[in-house]
């Protein structure tokens, strides 16, 4: 069985939009991206192993794909070229070979090689593919599809890059329709400036209890009474 996991660079308030740069999705009105550049990579970099440490196909929502689709086969691959990053010669070598399963409409534009669609049933054809054989899936931004994954309880586990800003407005991590779970904290490190790098792997439900007194005041019965009456 194959295991889902989500790499990716949030805020706070959970907005993932745009982290490469400006023009990576301007959408809504947004004006901060590129926002993962001003914290350089000596710190954030070592992060990063955990997403790409072991094999992995793609999972990828359709916006994400062409985003992709435009930068990683064009990337410096080799240091004779312009622009040459080890590092992201590295992942662009990665990211080329694996297979990339995208959600979309468009089942006939898919230029960037080892590229398939998933069908018209998304969510059906995710569970099929997690119990054949292969490597784990990684999810890279795809707000829309991971959201569906969350609404599912498909995702296995969640690799963050929490970084101390805010935005107040943007594609966000959680929508609301995320059914309820519990998630171990398996590996957490911080960077000097501020960077939490977290690792959570899915443990089940949520764990709930009571601070309540064993026998509830009068006030606090009225309390109750009274927002009993309001949700009606």
Known sequence: MREIFLGAFVGLDGVMQAPGAPEEDP???FESGGWVA??????IGPGLESWFAEPFDLLL???TYDIFAAHWPFAASSPDQPGFDEGEAAIARQFNSAT???A??????????NSVALGEDTVAAIRGLKQTEGPRLLVQGSCELLHLLLANGLLDQMHLLIFPL????????????????????QHCVSTSNGVIMAQYVKAGGIPVGSFALK???EVELERRRK???FLR
């Not at 001003?38 to 710190?43: L, P, T």
């Not at 979309?104 to 898919?110: A, N």
């Open 38 to 43: 001003g914290f350089g990579d000596q710190e």
């Open 215 to 217: 026998e509830p005041s």
């Open 100 to 102: 990339k399963y995208v």
């Open 61 to 63: 929502g359709r916006n």
């Open 27 to 29: 959408s809504g009105g």
């Open 166 to 185: 805010v935005f107040g407005r943007g594609k966000r991590l959680f929508d609301g329709s995320a059914q309820p779970s519990g998630f171990t904290l």
């Open 227 to 229: 927002r009993d009456a």
């Open 104 to 113: 979309t409409h468009r089942v006939d534009d898919l230029p960037w090689a």
